[in-house]
């Protein structure tokens, strides 16, 4: 089955500086890649999404990039912010298994004054 | 709009008793999965439903099971608690075809005693 890597595990970063997450998933078939980023005592909230036909999306100060040759994808976050300080996943939806996600094991961002 | 609803937010069990969560999707979701989240395994997927049938299913025990109702509504079972079923269970939903994206709940915090 599909097998999802992420790094770094623990990422600190100054306010304003930019932050990379980067994922790596096996299956080469799999179609669609969903960031989420969970905040303390709350669910997994879906922040981008991208899909293996196209090779980059951005909205406002995030974005995703896929390089589907290399299968790893990143999610970049620009002029980062205190408000961004959580964990982020990044996940994989291989064709044939319906709606289950693959998940990496997390990053946990950090953004200091 | 209403987002995913779970209840209860927070269970406390014995071992070897059964508990069951429910989970209400976002309206007009027919599709609803279930992951648990623990601090060793990450986020592991464990069942998807649609149209009140099970579509996917991940590797855990047959002690876990689901069901969902003829409004999307979802309950997941577990049968039998061990220590280790102690984590947080996430439901995420979505709208109908596997290429819709998935937003989770708050997530139910299941702890095993």
Known sequence: GENVEQHPSTLS???????????????SASNYFPWYKQELGKGPQLIIDIRSNVGEKKDQRIAVTLNKTAKHFSLHITETQPEDSAVYFCAARSPGGGNKLTFGTGTQLKVEL | KAGVTQTPRYLIKTRGQQVTLSCSPISGHRSVSWYQQT??????????????????????PGRFSGRQFSNSRSEMNVSTLELGDSALYLCASSLVTVTDEQYFGPGTRLTVT
């Open chain 1, 13 to 27: 970063v100054q306010e304003g500086d930019s932050a990379v997450i980067k994922c790596t998933y096996s299956d």
């Open chain 2, 39 to 60: 601090p060793g395994q990450g986020l592991q997927f464990l069942f998807e439903y649609f149209s009140e049938t099970q579509r996917n299913k991940g590797n855990f």
